[in-house]
DNA sequence: GCCCTTTCCTGGAAGC
DNA sequence: TGCTTCCAGGAAAGGG
């Protein structure tokens, strides 16, 4: 599953792999919906004869500036990934949409689920302009942090889920992040004190980087898992301390993590460490 | 306004 | 072993 660290992993294996400079020829649509907002001929017309100016991250959502002030902006959701292939290499049935570029690569889709998006707009701020604040950016700040949570009644696994308070986080680093800083994840927010908000706030940040610098998480080997560009895999799995560890001890006081559901997700927690709430 | 549920999809695990 | 059922997951839409 796609989240900051691993989307920022694509962006730089993207940028280091030549996209930027490079011009649009064509493009082909076999999945109308991943390009919401177009339809398939729209989109092919509207990209044919842009080129890449600038590629960067914002949430989770990759964007590319593109002459002519478009924006493409990409989504992977839950299996997205993104490739460079020869044009005679035969489609897979998984690859939605691919853009044929103008050094003889074509950049493909790939979308076993089918959540990702792929959207080519002038006006990126509609979809942007609503997320919070980058939890690796300088304006992450602390009274930041105390501001976006004070007040809010809901536990706070939901509202770090929520993209529009912290942008890009999602279920492995919500569930590290509350284990760095000792917090049951169904705690309400507005339960919190001034200490337990001070270290979520330098854990969020910890278990990104740490992700980041593991290239991110790519659990197992199936079709949905995470691939940055190439097919490479990310390490983080090996310094995960509690995510999809149920069973094995806590590396910090040898608890045995256990699994609940909470938001509609699972969620892993220390028993001892995260205490829960009353 | 806030919060919860449902929907979108398919592969793969679990159950029989 | 082989078939069927169910679950995972982010975000947006819909409902209370």
């Not at 660290?5 to 649509?29: K, M, S």
């Not at 992977?76 to 998984?94: D, I, N, Q, V, Y």
């Amino acid at each position: 599953m796609p989240e900051l660290p691993e989307v920022q992993t694509v962006v730089n294996d993207l940028d280091a792999a030549g996209l930027t400079g490079r011009r649009v020829l064509a493009a082909d649509v076999s999945w109308p919906r991943t390009v919401r907002g177009m339809t398939p001929e729209e989109f092919a017309a509207a990209i044919a004869g842009r080129r890449f100016e600038a590629l960067g991250r914002r949430a989770k959502w990759i964007t590319a500036d593109l002459s002519e002030d478009y924006t493409l902006l990409i989504h992977l959701r839950m299996s997205g990934r993104l490739h460079f292939t020869a044009p005679e290499e035969p489609r897979s049935k998984h690859e939605h949409v691919a853009l044929t570029l103008d050094d003889g690569r074509e950049l493909r889709f790939h979308d076993t689920r089918k959540f990702g998006r792929v959207i080519l707009t002038r006006e990126p701020r509609e979809i942007l302009g609503k997320l919070g604040v980058e939890p690796l950016g300088a304006d992450f700040d602390l009274k930041t942090f105390e501001a976006l949570l004070a007040g809010r009644s809901r536990m706070i696994k939901a509202l770090l889920f929520d993209q529009e308070i912290v942008a890009g986080l999602g279920n492995i680093y919500i569930d590290e992040a509350l284990w760095e800083a000792k917090l049951h994840p169904s705690r309400r927010a507005d339960t919190l004190t001034s200490a337990e908000l001070k270290r979520l706030y330098k854990a969020i940040p910890l278990v990104l980087r740490r992700g980041l610098k593991n290239l991110g998480t790519t659990l197992g080997t199936g079709k949905t898992t995470f691939y940055s560009v190439a097919g490479r895999r990310g390490g983080n799995k090996e310094d995960l301390r509690v995510f999809r560890r149920t069973g094995e001890a806590c590396p910090r006081c040898g608890e045995t993590v256990v699994r609940l559901v909470l938001a509609q997700r699972s969620t892993h927690v220390c028993p001892r460490c995260q205490a829960a709430p009353d």
